[in-house]
Each structure stands twice: as structure tokens, then as C-alpha cells.
């Protein structure tokens, strides 16, 4: 477990994806405290004026938006609703995709073919609209959202992991449980799922990245939720006001910070990915 968590440092892209990591967690945990603002707090000027698009200064670092807002202060304050809609979408995913893959590679049979069939129905959803329309109908807020995008994603996992199982309960050490006597839960969850478990950390670390691509792109849809501050609602807001061209302090901050975000999870699954695959090294 110790190589498994020190891989990353191995190369120069793992190393870069760590830092990343660790300064965005870093930074949602010290938010109040390292933004100079609220974040959701309108700015004037000395006669009272709302300060539109103020470029970055010594006294707004990176500018305010067109409603007057500080743009770093919500960079900040972003970082933590990237980190709760990335573990907590990928924790859902992992639970649900570990188990339907599991049952079904297990049993086989009828259980198999109706868990296939729904993870085929799954596949037949398109994503995108699907969460949109959930979000719509449910009411725009930050759990509808991460619901939303854990109800179709775990369909890949789902696949792989069944696939994978299909071959170890066909193993000798399988078949040893069963003349011991152990329930189908016990080997199940004992003696398959750590076999499978290197799989499943490579899923989350990648569903992490995918969760959070699906809720920017539901934010810059209009569909986030308005009480909480996360880049995709940034971009969207440049755009519904029309600033998304000319107040470049406004939208590259939170765009490069998603890409970096998205990147740098890529880069430790992608190492993870060459330990549990001896083929890729």
C-alpha cells in the first residue's frame, strides 16, 4: 500500500499532480482565511458605484465581475466545491459500480443479464442532458447536482469490474471458500472485492476528474446551485453578462484552474493505472 501511495512521486508528471492537488486542498482548507473577501459581497467605489469589471489591482488581485464581485475571493472559495462534488461523486460512483459489477460477475445467470441490462440502459442515457434535466426538475443545488451525476457514471466501473470478477470466481481460491463453507457475502467482499479493489481506486481517482467536468459544465449551463460559488457558475455568469471576452481576469482564472484540476487527477490515475497494468510500464 506505501508504493501505492508514493507512485506519483516517481515521475515528473506525478510529482506536478500532487502539488496541484495538495494546493487545492490546501487552500479549501484555510478559504475564510486566505480570501481577502466574501466572496458573494458586492463592491462599491468611493461615490457608491458598483465596480464593474474592475481589473486585477493592488486591492482586487485578479478584478471584480460585472455584479462587482471579487474574483479571487470566489476562485478560493471554489476549491471547495470542487473537492466535495469530486470525492463525494466519486465515492457514490465507486459504491454503486463495485457492487452491481460484483453481484453480477458473481451469480451470473438472470442476475447477471438483468444487472447488464440496466447498466446498457444506463449507457443509452445521454449524460449530459440527463443531468440537466434532473437538476431542472429536482431544483438547481449542489447535492441535486452530485445525485444527478452519480446516477449514470458508475455504468463504466460496473462493466470492468464484472468483467474482471467473471475470472476470479473461477479461481482455486475461490473454490476453496465455497468447500469451506463461506457465504456467498464473505467471498463476495472478502476474498474477490481486494482482488478487485486496485480497479476500483483507479475508477475513482478518473471519476473524480469526470465529476467534476459534469458539474462545471452544469454550472455554465445555468443549472448550479445559486448559493454556492463554483468555477462552472464563474464562466456562466461572464457569459450571461456578456464579459466573457472582454474581462479576460474573470474567465481564465477559473478556467485554468479546472483544467489544472482535471489534469492533474488524469496524471495519478494514469501512474496508478501503470502499477495495477504491468503491460503499460
Not at 471579487?70 to 476562485?75: E, Y
Not at 472478502?190 to 467536468?213: E, G
Not at 464579459?243 to 482535471?262: C, D, E, H, M, N
Not at 501512474?271 to 503499460?280: A, F, G, H, I, S
Request: hydrophobic share 55%.
Amino acid at each position: 500500500m506505501l508504493r501505492l501511495a508514493l507512485l506519483p512521486l516517481g515521475s515528473w508528471s506525478g510529482r506536478f499532480a500532487i502539488f496541484v492537488l495538495a494546493a487545492v486542498v490546501l487552500v479549501a482548507a484555510v478559504a475564510p482565511a486566505l480570501a481577502p473577501y466574501d466572496p458573494l459581497a458586492n463592491h462599491f467605489d468611493a461615490a457608491g458605484q458598483l465596480l464593474r469589471l474592475d481589473p486585477p489591482s493592488a486591492r482586487y488581485k485578479l478584478g471584480t465581475t460585472y455584479y462587482g464581485l471579487d474574483v479571487l475571493s470566489q476562485l478560493i472559495y471554489g476549491t471547495r466545491i470542487v473537492l466535495v462534488v469530486g470525492i463525494t461523486c466519486a465515492v457514490l460512483i465507486g459504491v454503486i459500480g463495485t457492487n452491481v459489477g460484483l453481484v453480477a460477475g458473481y451469480y451470473g445467470g438472470r442476475v447477471d443479464g438483468l444487472l447488464m441490462r440496466l447498466t446498457d440502459l444506463a449507457f443509452g442515457i445521454p449524460f449530459l442532458p440527463f443531468v440537466v434535466m434532473l437538476v431542472a426538475l429536482l431544483r438547481p443545488s449542489l447535492w441535486n447536482t452530485i445525485v444527478a451525476i452519480s446516477m449514470l457514471m458508475w455504468r463504466t466501473s460496473a462493466r470492468v469490474i464484472r468483467s474482471q470478477v467473471l475470472s476470479l470466481r473461477e479461481r482455486g481460491f475461490v473454490r476453496a471458500a465455497r468447500i469451506a463453507g463461506a457465504s456467498d457475502l464473505r467471498i463476495l467482499y472478502v476474498h474477490i472485492f481486494p482482488n478487485v479493489l486496485p480497479m476500483v481506486l483507479l475508477y475513482v481517482a478518473f471519476d473524480i476528474a469526470y465529476a467534476v467536468l459534469a458539474e462545471a459544465s452544469v454550472s455554465f449551463l445555468g443549472f448550479g446551485d445559486p448559493n454556492q460559488v463554483s468555477w462552472g457558475q464563474m464562466l456562466y455568469l461572464a457569459y450571461v453578462s456578456g464579459s466573457i471576452r472582454q474581462a479576460w481576469w474573470w474567465t481564465l482564472p477559473p478556467g485554468l484552474a479546472i483544467s489544472l484540476f482535471v489534469i492533474a487527477v488524469f496524471l495519478v490515475g494514469r501512474n496508478y493505472e501503470r502499477l495495477t497494468n504491468p503491460r503499460l510500464r
